[in-house]
């Protein structure tokens, strides 16, 4: 785009147009500059988009792009891999910041990768994570390229190790070492967990997957399952004592480590002569790991909560579709009876009226015949009555 705006580039000898990542391109708001890019391009040429996914409605938008598009389907080899563990914590969206956070602290990843669902979710987590004193940084269509550059490069080089995206951010992001992948929000789609996912466990090397879930998401959870075709483990939120306890741990092992490097310990042993000549051992080591263990940092942080996502479930043969179905025979006799009620000759007054004088007439007939000379009804001709008089 920057080369178009300055017109050092041209397209006049362009035969081949390669989109990748296509259906997330069209859908998190590029689809003007591709617009501007095809519309330069001369149009005898061959249009080629590839993605992972392709949802309905955005293979619908990439179509306006081609003309007689024929869709390849690769069917995958291997969803998931085995070198990565896959955890999901079932927790209220109003939690996930501080469960995040103790995550961390417990488990010290060497490089994370966040996955939010919307860039005002990136922007918060980012900013929460700097106040509570995180090295992280985060990516999303909104920044800029050179901005988007900058930060991959950082957490590339260690500056920073933990990177906050959005599914689109992240597409076809390379970056070896990544040890933790956090699922901050849950997937749109089961497929793009696989993407998520997989920025972990490269290279040969083991890497971990947390993923926070809703109560009401837990059917998206059971779709990836179904999808991954594995289980995926339920883990418990840790509390403030298991952060605790992870955070004496790393200061152990801090000092354990630091205990090799006798040059440089040799200017500090005078000093601890002189500590241990006026106190035990035991209490000065417990006050060095006191000033080593790292107290969990409350500092409050305030993140938007996000809809749940939805998911549609469409019931057969249950009772809700039964009550339908009743309803439904039920208008439908109402509807058959009006017809046929309607379907029946109409009557004028003049008829109505000669009726009632035959009833009459009938009526006095009965009455001028003798009682003696009256039969009872079940004596006419043809019938025999079942009891005897």
Do not use: W
């Not at 024929?70 to 927790?91: A, H, N, S």
């Not at 996502?309 to 809700?320: A, D, K, N």
């Amino acid at each position: 785009m920057d080369h178009m705006d300055r017109g050092s580039i041209k397209f006049d000898n362009v035969k081949v147009v390669v989109l990748d990542e296509a259906d997330e391109m069209l859908n998190m708001g590029f689809v003007d500059d591709i617009n501007k890019i095809l519309g330069a391009i001369p149009e005898d040429h061959q249009t080629l988009l590839f993605s992972a996914t392709m949802p309905k409605a955005i293979q619908q938008l990439a179509e306006t792009y081609l003309t007689e598009p024929t869709l390849i389907r690769m069917k995958p080899t291997q969803v998931t891999m085995d070198l990565i563990e896959q955890y999901y914590i079932e927790v209220q969206d109003r939690q996930k910041f501080d469960v995040l956070c103790r995550l961390f602290d417990i488990q010290t990843p060497e490089l994370a990768i966040i996955f939010t669902r919307t860039k005002r979710r990136v922007d918060e987590v980012t900013e929460g994570l700097k106040k509570r004193g995180y090295m992280a940084e985060g990516i999303h269509g909104d920044l800029s390229q050179q901005k988007r550059d900058s930060v991959i490069r950082q957490f590339r080089e260690g500056t920073i190790d933990i990177l906050v995206a959005t599914d689109v951010a992240a597409r076809g992001l390379d970056i070896s070492g990544v040890s933790h992948v956090y699922n901050y929000d849950m997937p749109q789609d089961p497929e793009s967990y696989t993407h998520r996912v997989g920025r972990t466990g490269r290279a040969g090397k083991a890497g971990q997957a947390f993923t926070f879930v809703i109560p009401r998401e837990m059917e998206h959870l059971h779709a990836i399952e179904r999808l991954t075709k594995r289980k995926i483990a339920r883990r418990r939120a840790p509390s403030l004592g298991e952060v605790l306890e992870g955070q004496q741990r790393l200061a152990i092992e801090s000092l354990v480590e630091m205990t090799d490097n006798l040059e440089a310990l040799a200017p500090f042993k005078s000093s601890a002569e002189e500590l241990l000549n006026d106190t035990d051992s035991v209490t000065l080591l417990a006050a060095a790991l006191k000033l080593l263990t790292k107290e969990p940092d409350t500092t409050p942080v305030n993140i938007t909560e996000e809809k749940p996502l939805r998911v549609r479930r469409r019931r057969e043969g249950g009772r809700g579709d039964r009550r339908r179905g009743d309803r439904r025979r039920d208008g439908d006799r109402r509807r058959d009876g009006d017809r046929r009620r309607d379907d029946r000759p109409r009557r004028n007054r003049d008829d109505r009226r000669s009726d009632r004088r035959d009833d009459r007439r009938r009526d006095d007939r009965r009455s001028d015949r003798p009682r003696g000379d009256r039969k009872p009804r079940h004596q006419g001709e043809g019938f025999k009555p079942y009891f005897k008089d």
